[in-house]
């Protein structure tokens, strides 16, 4: 196995918490989920060290988090290797949005496999536990529905979403590779469609693009006829169901799916957004994006019984905090959203 290399830190501060405190290493930690993630693992007394190469993520969403004296943050990308002595790693640096992941997507294969490599190599050698964001993807297009673990998938290998999903899916595979070679402490969880305060207004995901344009006026971009299905999760509810995983008492080294089963046309959503707005939004029609998968729900059998984890937040309320989240945005003066 490679040694990993050193890279410099970041400040005096992260220097002086190495030597006493547990350490958890956010890879991703600027994004939407991961600044939740930091914020919650903060907050429980943890020392946070997020890193992230800022190519989605934002200071913006660390701000209130630079007040902790257990916070630390590193620019880095994690194709290039790392060596910062760790407790706890989480693995959720990869752009998630199908524009952003598109953008460049052999970066994101190399995230995806080269990244996850490096911090697997990480763990083992600092004997860390190591948790993966993985997700829905890798059941691409589905023939199963709803979709259990135990379900291999249909994905195409040769498309524009590929990069995403074989990305999501080798590093899976990396996971269960250092798990059964080297004896590493994995835990995989596979997302469903999360969403809510600090996604980018430009995420290009459906739940901040309708909203955003919603709540600007604009026309409401449905690909397709809007009858292709998503089951949308809090981001409060996933960030419960990361901590159950990686601290549940008997250890998970298998892939656990994490969403909320309310399963929701394209078209129901915008029409619940544009009603929630009180927007004068007409809906359009776009084409329909190659290999979008038609229809999309987990099984959550795993996550109730394993972690007495299911979903608390509905649909209504949760779009109900983001909406807001969104407004607030809209309000400051260098919000994006007026433009
Ligand atoms: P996001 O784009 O907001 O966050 C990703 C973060 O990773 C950003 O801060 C970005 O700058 C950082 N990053 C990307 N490539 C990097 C690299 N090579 N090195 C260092 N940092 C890098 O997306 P998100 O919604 O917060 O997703 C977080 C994780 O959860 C991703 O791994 C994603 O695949 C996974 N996931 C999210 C969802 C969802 O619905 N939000 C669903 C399934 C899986
Ligand atoms: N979608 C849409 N309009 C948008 C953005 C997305 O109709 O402005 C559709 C997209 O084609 C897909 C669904 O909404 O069928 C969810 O897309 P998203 O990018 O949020 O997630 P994913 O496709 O990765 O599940």
Not at 45 to 65: A, K, M, P, Y
Not at 98 to 120: E, F, R
Not at 163 to 187: M, N, P, W
Request: with cysteine.
């Amino acid at each position: 196995m490679r040694a990993p290399v050193s890279i410099a830190f970041q400040s005096a501060k992260l220097q002086s918490d190495l030597s006493s405190q547990r350490r958890v290493l956010v890879a991703g930690g600027a994004g939407f989920l991961g600044s939740h993630l930091c914020e919650r693992l903060l907050q429980d007394g943890h020392s946070v060290i997020c890193v992230d190469n800022f190519s989605t993520g934002r200071l913006e969403n660390l701000r209130h988090l630079l007040n902790y004296d257990t916070f630390s943050f590193v620019r880095h990308d994690i194709v290039e290797r790392l060596d910062l002595p760790v407790n706890e790693i989480y693995n959720l640096a990869c752009p998630a949005s199908p524009p952003h992941y598109q953008a460049d997507p052999v970066h994101t294969m190399k995230t995806s496999v080269i990244g996850s490599l490096n911090l697997l190599e990480l763990a083992a050698h600092y004997q860390a536990r190591i948790f993966q964001a993985s997700t829905s993807e890798v059941y691409g297009d589905p023939h199963v529905h709803p979709q259990p673990e135990s379900y291999w998938g249909n994905v195409n290998s040769f498309g524009p979403r590929s990069c995403y999903d074989e990305g999501k899916r080798s590093a899976e595979t990396l996971f269960y590779d250092f798990h059964q070679q080297y004896g590493v402490d994995i835990r995989i969880v596979r997302i469903f469609n999360t969403y809510g305060p600090r996604m980018r207004p430009d995420d290009g995901r459906v739940v901040s693009n309708f909203i955003v344009q919603a709540l600007k006026g604009e026309d409401i971009t449905v690909y397709g006829d809007g009858s292709q299905t998503r089951s949308f999760c809090y981001v409060d509810d996933l960030i419960e169901g990361f901590y159950r995983l990686m601290y549940s008492p008997q250890a998970i080294h298998t892939p656990v799916n994490i969403g909320n089963p309310g399963e929701f046309t394209v078209g129901e959503l915008a029409e619940q957004i544009v009603g929630m707005t009180g927007s004068s939004s007409k809906v359009v029609y776009h084409p329909l994006p190659v290999d979008d998968p038609r229809q999309r729900r987990p099984d959550i059998t795993v996550a109730q019984r394993e972690l007495g984890w299911e979903p608390t937040v509905a649909l209504a309320d949760g779009l109900k905090s983001t909406i807001a989240y969104f407004e607030r945005q809209l309000r400051k003066p260098s919000g994006k959203l007026a433009e």
